[in-house]
Nanobody, 116 residues
Framework: QVQLVESGGGLVQAGGSLRLSCAAS????????LGWFRQAPGKEREFVAG????????NYADSVKGRFTISRDNAKNTVYLQMNNLKPEDTAVYYC?????????WGQGTQVTVSS
């Protein structure tokens, strides 16, 4: 059973940066394409960024292109999300999972709050 643990969230002013991490335990996830997702209050969970198993190919939601960068370290069983030039509309709980289909049990997520 793979467990996902997200970390790195916090409170930041608009224009600031954060780096999120998602560590998997219980099984290696180097075979999986992975993604970051987020859920704002009152909204459905949405896709943010994805990365293939090798880390060569990435894709992003239009709302974060040019500001967010996804990366992974398969040796550490960890996927990262570097978030720059944060905006108040980025405020949400951020999660990682496989993509395009989320097949693992969701972790607790990490809260990102961007103040204006």
């Amino acid at each position: 059973q793979v467990q996902l643990v997200e970390s790195g969230g916090g409170l930041v002013q608009a224009g600031g940066s954060l780096r999120l991490s998602c560590a998997a335990s219980g099984r290696t996830f180097s075979d999986y394409a992975l993604g970051w997702f987020r859920q704002a209050p009152g909204k459905e969970r949405e896709f943010v960024a994805g990365i293939n198993w090798s880390g060569v190919n990435t894709n992003y939601a239009d709302s974060v292109k040019g500001r967010f960068t996804i990366s992974r370290d398969n040796a550490k069983n960890t996927v990262y999300l570097q978030m720059n030039n944060l905006k108040p509309e980025d405020t949400a709980v951020y999660y990682c999972n496989t993509q395009p289909m989320a097949v693992l049990i969701w972790g607790q997520g990490t809260q990102v709050t961007v103040s204006s």
